[in-house]
């Protein structure tokens, strides 16, 4: 069983930064797990952001996230982070850190590939 726990959210104001972190435990990263960050914004539905395969490093972003968010590993330290640039009140959400195995590439951006989720961080963006 693997346990995630998120953290890093806060609020910041407009066009700040944020890196977000995600810890795994229980369980350590292996070649067939993809990482992936969803977000939830206020009365709206949970939605993909980024994700990274462990093996290899390959990236998805959301067309949202592309350009300003980077997602990276560090698989000594069981840790994905999430670094956010230009902050907008659209990135305002509760974000998730989520892990599936042997996800193939079509399927990256759905909830369904991911067996293992965090509780969430939330992001709030000041004006």
């Known amino acids: 069983q693997m346990q995630l726990e998120e953290s890093g959210g806060g609020t910041v104001q407009a066009g700040a930064s944020l890196r977000l972190s995600c810890t795994a435990s229980g369980r350590t990263f292996s070649s067939s797990h993809t990482v992936a960050w969803f977000r939830q914004p206020p009365g709206k539905e949970r939605e993909f952001v980024s994700a990274?395969?462990?093996?290899?490093?390959?990236?998805t972003y959301a067309n949202t996230a592309k350009g300003r968010f980077t997602i990276s590993r560090d698989s000594g330290k069981n840790m994905v982070y999430l670094e956010m640039n230009s902050l907008n009140s659209e990135d305002a959400a509760v974000y998730y850190c989520a892990v599936g195995s042997g996800v193939i590439l079509s399927s990256t951006a759905s909830q369904e590939a991911y067996a293992y989720w965090g509780q969430g961080t939330r992001v709030t963006i000041s004006s």
């Open positions: 990274i395969k462990i093996s290899g490093g390959r990236t």
